[in-house]
C-alpha cells in the first residue's frame, strides 16, 4: 500500500509558493505600470491586464538563483505601425518617465523593466504591446520579425477553469521542470502546461496524480524525434511548441525518464522516510522530510578515529593554511552531480554516492587526506565502525586522480562524520571542521 503523502504535497506546495514580500512587491510593480500606461496611451478599463503565470494560479517561487517576474498586455499599439516601431513606442514613453528610464531592458518579443534585486530575489515585468486582430482576439509584434496572433485574456480563463487539481499539478511540474532542466534546455510553461492538461487525470491524491501525469508524458513522448505539435486550447491556428527545439525535446524526455523511475520509486514504497526522499529527489529539498531529530538520528561515540598521531605525524595547525568541505548527491544513471549536502542536514537515503570536495588555501603544497568516522549500533553491528585516515578515493572505489576530491556510498542509519586534513613534512597544518551525514536505512532505527 502506498504512503500517504497529502501533507507533505500541502507542505511542498506551501514552500514553493511566492511570499508575502514577493506577491507584494509584484502587484506595487505592476499596479504602477499599468496606471502609467492607461494614462499615457488614454486607454479604458481592461485594455491593459496581467498575463502569465501570475493571474493564471501557476506561479510558483523561482529555483536559486531564478528571477520571479509579472507580464503585462497593453492594448495600444497603433493598427497601422510596423512591429518594431510599436515596441519602440512603448520603449520611448517608458524612457521619457524618471520611474522607467533607467529600468528599461529591450526584447524581441517586449519591453522589459528590470527592478533592482533584494532579499527576496531578482525581479522584472515584461510588457507588451498589442493589437486587435482578425483573426485572433489580438496580435502582438516581434521585433524586426511581424505580428503574431494570441489570446491572452481568453488562456488565462481556460487556465483557471481547469480547477484546482490542474494548478497544483502545473505547479509542482514547474518546479521539477526547474530543479532538473537548465534556462537555455527547459520547455516553456505554456507547452509544459497544456501537455498536462492533454495527459492528467482526475484524481485526487497529489501523489498518484502527479506519478501519473509523468508516466502518460514519458509514454506519448519518448518515441519522438522532432517536437509534437501542440495547440494552443483558446487559439488552435497557433502551435505552441513551434519553436521547441529537438535538443529541448531530447532533455525533456530524458529527465521525463528519470523522473518515471523516482514516481515509481515514490509510490511503491512503504516506508514514508523512503517515500519523502524519492520526491525530494524529483523535485528538491523544498520537499520536506523527516528531520534526523524525528529519526531519532544522534551522534556515536567516534572514538575509534585514527589519530594523527597513530599515522606517525606531528599537529602543528599553521593559521595560513585552510582547508573547507562541501558536498553534493550523485543522481541519475549517468551519474551526474545533484543539489548540495548540508552538513547536519536533511537525511540522505542509504544507497547513496556523495561527493565531497575539499577547498583549500595554502602559501605552498599540501597534501590532502580524508577521514571518515561512522558512528552508532547499525555501523558497529555491521562491523562498518571506520575511522581510518586515507587518500581520496574516485566514484568506483579506486584512488582518486584529484586528491581533493573524494567519494563516499552511504550505507548505516545514524550520524557520521567526515574531514579533511592538509599534511606537510609530516605534520597536519590544518583540519576541516567534521562535516555530519545523517543517513537512514530503511526498517533500521537509530539506535547507539
Not at 561515540?301 to 595560513?320: I, V
Request: hydrophobic share 40%; glycine share 6%.
Amino acid at each position: 500500500m502506498a504512503v500517504d503523502m497529502s501533507v507533505q504535497f500541502q507542505e511542498f506546495l506551501d514552500n514553493i509558493a511566492l511570499g508575502e514580500r514577493q506577491t507584494e512587491r509584484m502587484n506595487s510593480a505592476s499596479n504602477t505600470v499599468i496606471s502609467f500606461l492607461a494614462a499615457s496611451y488614454g486607454l479604458p478599463d481592461g485594455y491593459v491586464f496581467l498575463q502569465g503565470s501570475y493571474p493564471n494560479g501557476t506561479a510558483i517561487e523561482p529555483v536559486e538563483g531564478g528571477e520571479y517576474d509579472v507580464d503585462i498586455v497593453a492594448v495600444c499599439a497603433d493598427p497601422k505601425a510596423p512591429p518594431t516601431a510599436a515596441l519602440d513606442d512603448l520603449e520611448q514613453r517608458f524612457a521619457a518617465d524618471g520611474r522607467f528610464k533607467n529600468r528599461i531592458k529591450r526584447k524581441t518579443p517586449c519591453v522589459r523593466l528590470e527592478y533592482a534585486p533584494d532579499d527576496v530575489g531578482r525581479f522584472h515585468v515584461d510588457v507588451v504591446p498589442a493589437r486587435a486582430s482578425t483573426a485572433a482576439p489580438l496580435e502582438v509584434p516581434r521585433r524586426n520579425e511581424g505580428w503574431k496572433d494570441t489570446a491572452p485574456a481568453e488562456y488565462t480563463d481556460w487556465c483557471t477553469n481547469r480547477g484546482p487539481q490542474f494548478m497544483r499539478t502545473v505547479r509542482i511540474l514547474k518546479r521539477w521542470r526547474g530543479e532538473h532542466q537548465t534556462v537555455r534546455t527547459a520547455v516553456k510553461s505554456i507547452v509544459l502546461q497544456v501537455l498536462i492538461s492533454e495527459v492528467m487525470p482526475a484524481i485526487a491524491d497529489d501523489a498518484t496524480r502527479v506519478a501519473a501525469t509523468v508516466r502518460t508524458l514519458h509514454e506519448r513522448l519518448q518515441s519522438l524525434e522532432t517536437p509534437p505539435v501542440v495547440r494552443n486550447p483558446v487559439l488552435a491556428s497557433e502551435n505552441l511548441a513551434a519553436n521547441w527545439s529537438n535538443e529541448s525535446l531530447r532533455s525533456f524526455i530524458s529527465e521525463l525518464a528519470e523522473a518515471v523511475e523516482l514516481v515509481d520509486q515514490a509510490t511503491n514504497a512503504s516506508d514514508p522516510v523512503e517515500a519523502a526522499d524519492a520526491w525530494r529527489e524529483l523535485l528538491g529539498d523544498d520537499f520536506p522530510t523527516l528531520t534526523p531529530d524525528a529519526l531519532g538520528i544522534q551522534l556515536g561515540d567516534y572514538s575509534h578515529a585514527q589519530t594523527p598521531t597513530q599515522m606517525g605525524w606531528s599537529e602543528q595547525l599553521d593559521p595560513r593554511f585552510d582547508v573547507q568541505i562541501q558536498a553534493t548527491r550523485q543522481r541519475g544513471k549517468s551519474g551526474r552531480i545533484s543539489r548540495a549536502v548540508q552538513s547536519n542536514g536533511a537525511p540522505v537515503f542509504a544507497g547513496s554516492r556523495l561527493r565531497f570536495k575539499a577547498h583549500v588555501t595554502e602559501p605552498i603544497h599540501s597534501a590532502v587526506w580524508w577521514q571518515v568516522a561512522n558512528t552508532g549500533g547499525h555501523a558497529r553491528a555491521s562491523n562498518g565502525l571506520r575511522g581510518e585516515i586515507f587518500k581520496a578515493k574516485n566514484i568506483g572505489g579506486n584512488a582518486s586522480g584529484d586528491e581533493t576530491e573524494n567519494w563516499e556510498s552511504t550505507a548505516y542509519t545514524g550520524r557520521h562524520l567526515i574531514r579533511a586534513l592538509l599534511v606537510r613534512n609530516q605534520s597536519v597544518v590544518a583540519t576541516s571542521p567534521w562535516f555530519l551525514v545523517n543517513i537512514y536505512a530503511k526498517n533500521v532505527p537509530f539506535r547507539l
